[in-house]
């Protein structure tokens, strides 16, 4: 189980606002209780009195003023903010001013702000009125919930809000079945999901209710098409338990080609397999698996490593330090990945008999735990390729000279993933290194 807190990577501080339906208020009390000190909540549009109750502390802003005038060592566990009008059992948001003011109050003091952007009437799922999500332009991530109970039930009022809206955003018919395609469409649609939100928030879309097995292999199928859009799909089931059951982010290769094959006399990215040079093979192999990107560091032999990439989707960067051993190979790596990679997976040249379902497993074993460091362990011995979660990052800074990341290891723990070949433990240093492998392999 992944706990909000950690899956958010927005640090200890962070302004979220949650929109949707199908659990806002359940995912963000939730985060709140996971953090370690005062957590400010409020809402941009109304919270009912039974979501304020839900606090420890309910504060009605009237103005700028009653926000200057808040002292943050008297503030409990949490407290919600509202604004003075009341009706029909719920309480307005601060006006704009006192929101921008709280904002402020929570960034000069260090404490969290979490808003509840929009409403939902309590059903699963929700298509946007013109004047939603009220989504502050401060904020540094948004959360878009999605309820799956109401998957495989009809388009109408009892499972959705505004459903005539979601079905003009879905293509959907009012009372036909609502599929997982449907769901993806309008969590994709700049006038759905993805509407109001400002640029450069964090996205992540929430997939709450995966009670079941048959939701949660419907999640995992929704989190492939959502993350062409968004930086992270949780997926969990909120009432059930407060933790994640699993953390989808993009996940990027880094393939390093830079050393000069010493002790084998010749480029070993270039050796044969089955028709094609290893390097090649090995960047095929982490673009069936899904790497995005796959970014392949070169050095020594660049013209002709390249050359032998050519038509693959790889981006290529050259370490110009490659003498300076792996690691500043490694840091080139890092250094070209997009700032949405929540974890890079190192690969090495000399392992072309490498497998797309193990890689596949090491994505898998992240997701389902955001462990800092995924190893695959093959008859009792470490082998690659190694996954390492983007919190790691930092520690690669300081690595010098001939090492890789097996040097962080001893700062994290590290996840063993039993894998079954005992090819992938043969290391191509050699001309008979290499006959090993072909004669192995078979």
Excluded: C
């Amino acid at each position: 189980m992944i706990p909000l807190r950690r899956a958010l990577r927005l640090g200890n501080t962070p302004q979220v606002a949650f929109v949707g339906a199908g659990g806002k208020s359940k995912a963000l009390f939730s985060l709140a209780r996971q953090f370690d000190k005062p957590v400010l909540i409020t809402t941009s549009t109304h919270l009912s009195i039974d979501q304020i109750a839900l606090g420890d502390l309910h504060l009605s802003i009237k103005n700028v003023q009653d926000v200057i005038a808040l002292d943050a060592g008297q503030l409990p566990a949490i407290t919600v903010f509202t604004g003075t009008e009341v009706s029909d059992a719920r309480a307005s948001g601060p006006d704009t001013q006192a929101l921008h003011a709280l904002s402020d109050f929570a960034r000069k003091h260090s404490l969290p702000l979490l808003i509840e952007a929009d409403g939902a009437g309590l059903r699963a799922l929700k298509g946007p009125a013109a004047h939603e999500p009220a989504v502050p332009d401060f904020v540094d991530g948004v959360v878009v919930v999605v309820g799956l109970s109401a998957l495989g039930m009809p388009l109408t009022k009892e499972w959705v809000h505004r459903p005539e809206r979601f079905a003009e955003l879905s293509g959907l018919q009012i009372g036909d079945a609502i599929t997982a395609q449907a769901m993806a469409t309008v969590t994709l649609h700049e006038n759905g999901g993805l509407k109001n939100i400002p640029n450069g928030a964090r996205r992540i879309a929430l997939l709450n209710q995966a009670d079941t097995a048959e939701l949660e292999a419907a999640a995992r199928g929704l989190a492939g098409v959502l993350l062409s859009a968004y930086d992270a799909v949780w997926v969990g089931a909120l009432q059930r338990s407060p933790d994640l059951t699993a953390a989808y982010e993009p996940i990027a290769g880094i393939l390093l080609a830079a050393g000069e094959s010493k002790r084998l006399g010749r480029p070993k990215a270039l050796l044969d397999w089955k028709g094609k040079p290893f390097i090649r093979q090995v960047a095929e192999t982490a673009l069936a698996a899904s790497l995005d990107p796959v970014v392949v560091v070169t050095g020594a032999d660049a013209d002709k490593v390249e050359a032998a990439l050519a038509g693959l989707p790889v981006p290529l960067v050259r370490n110009e330090a490659w003498q300076q051993g792996q690691s500043s190979s490694v840091k080139v790596g890092l250094a070209a990945l997009p700032r949405s990679a929540g974890a890079a997976l190192f690969l090495v040249v000399d392992q072309p008999q490498l497998p797309v379902a193990l890689i596949e497993a090491l994505v898998a074993e992240h997701a389902g735990s955001l462990a800092p460091i995924i190893a695959p362990m093959v008859d009792d011995h470490r082998t690659n390729p190694v996954l390492f979660d983007r919190s790691t990052f930092t520690d690669f800074t300081a690595l010098q000279g001939d090492v890789g990341g097996r040097a962080i290891f001893p700062r994290h723990r590290v996840r063993w993933l039993p894998w079954l070949d005992s090819s992938l433990a043969i290391d191509v240093d050699t001309s008979e290194d290499y006959q090993r492998l072909l004669n192995q392999i078979g």
